[in-house]
Structure formats: C-alpha cells, structure tokens
C-alpha cells in the first residue's frame, strides 16, 4: 500500500486559514469516511484532532474542521495560531482491512 | 482515562529479532484493536499492525513477513516482533487503540526509540 499524499508544507500568518489535502485512491480515502487527522509537534507523540473525516474529540477547537471528496481529503486550520505550528498526518483505513498514514505536512505560523 | 506505556530494549543488533511490549493502564483490552506504528528519525508515520483481545491481527503488507503483534497472557498489555531487523527499521515505535469506533488512533504511548546497529 502506498501512502497517502499531502503537501509537504503549507504557511500562513496568524489568523489566517490554510488547508491540508489528503489524497488516496478509491482503495482507502475514496472507499470509507474513515479519515483521521493527526497534531505532531516536534519530540512529542501524535494527537488525534480530527476522525471520520468531520469529527472533533473533546476538547479540539472548532477551528479544525475536516471534509472529503471523492479520493481527497483535507484539514483546514482557521484563524491560525502559533501554538498550531506542527506536522499534520492523515491516516484512512483501507479496503485491506489495514491503515495507512499520509506523507506528512510541516505548518508553520509565519 | 486509558494510558499507554511502551518498552524494551533501545538498541538492536542487524538480523536479530526487535521486541516491545505495550502495558495498557486505566481500560481493558477486550474494547478495542490496539496498533503499533512507527516513526523513523525525520520521516513520517508507518502503521505496523494491529491486534484484537481474542488475537485476531492485521497487518501492513510491507511488513508482513516479519511481524508478529499478540496480547499478553495477563491481558493488560501486547507486544511487537520484528524479525530480520535492519537499519532500516530504526525508528521510535508508537503504540495505540484504534478508537473511534476502529477508525482513529487515540490515545498514543509516549514512543520509544529503538537502534537498530552492531
């Protein structure tokens, strides 16, 4: 299974919005809205932000949205804030029964 | 509140077998799938495997050959063989639950750092 593509990184000035794509096949992304979204600032461990394409766990602000269409996904950050400056990881569940990660995208606040 | 906990040897000789368990504290492991991922030093995120309470697994085909995920015989941890290690699998390795009804990887254990050099 091949990874899933995203940009390698995206900027923005604060307050500002940036969007994230997520691209798949019709084997992963396109076949399940079971897309998940990952925060990884450096040294530290991955934190889920954003599951099933659209939805938040408690406790992630509402200025992480997430949405699908077709093979791509994507992750927008509205009104930017420093503490938002991280690498960024989709992950979707496969029609193997198996997960794959995306390639990664370093966001920073400029 | 569920808490992950990864362990084992951080250093590994080439063509040895890399093990790590995962001590699973404040749930049961009869709830969910629980995954191991890892991270090589710079690079991104690579889903290992995953494995359910009665042992059932998954794993990604790159990798299959050489792994094996089960859950411990006390049932609050599992654990990771990697055989046939090369530097190449030098990476921190993350455990996590597949939370989300199965769909997400929440919580994450801290990671740990395994070398793999003679």
């Known amino acids: 299974q091949s990874a899933l593509t995203q940009p390698p990184s995206v900027s923005g000035s604060p307050g500002q919005s940036v969007t994230i794509s997520c691209t798949g096949t019709?084997?992963?992304?396109?076949?399940?809205?079971?897309v998940s979204w990952y925060q990884q600032p450096p040294g530290t461990a991955p934190k889920l932000m954003v599951y099933d394409v659209t939805n938040r766990p408690s406790g992630v602000p509402d200025r992480f949205s997430g949405s699908k269409s077709g093979n791509t996904a994507s992750l927008t950050i509205s009104g930017l804030q420093a503490e938002d400056e991280a690498d960024y990881y989709c992950s979707s569940y496969t029609t193997s029964s198996t997960f794959v990660f995306g390639t990664g995208t370093k966001v920073t606040v400029l | 509140q569920v808490q992950l906990q990864e362990s084992g040897p951080g250093l590994v000789k080439p063509s040895e077998t890399l093990s790590l368990t995962c001590s699973v504290s404040?749930?049961?492991?009869?709830?969910?799938?629980w995954s191991w991922i890892r991270q090589p030093p710079g690079k991104g995120l690579e889903w290992i495997g995953n494995?359910?309470?009665?042992?059932?697994?998954n794993y990604n085909p790159s990798l299959k050959s050489r792994v094996t995920i089960s859950v411990g015989t006390s049932k609050n941890h599992f654990s990771l063989k990697l055989s046939s290690v090369t530097a190449a699998d030098t990476a921190v390795y993350y455990c996590a639950r597949n939370n989300c009804g199965g769909d997400c990887f929440d919580p994450w254990g801290q990671g740990t750092l395994v070398t793999v050099s003679s």
């Open positions: 494995v359910l309470y009665s042992g059932g697994t």
């Open positions: 019709s084997s992963d992304v396109g076949s399940y809205n079971r």
């Open positions: 404040g749930g049961s492991l009869s709830t969910s799938y």
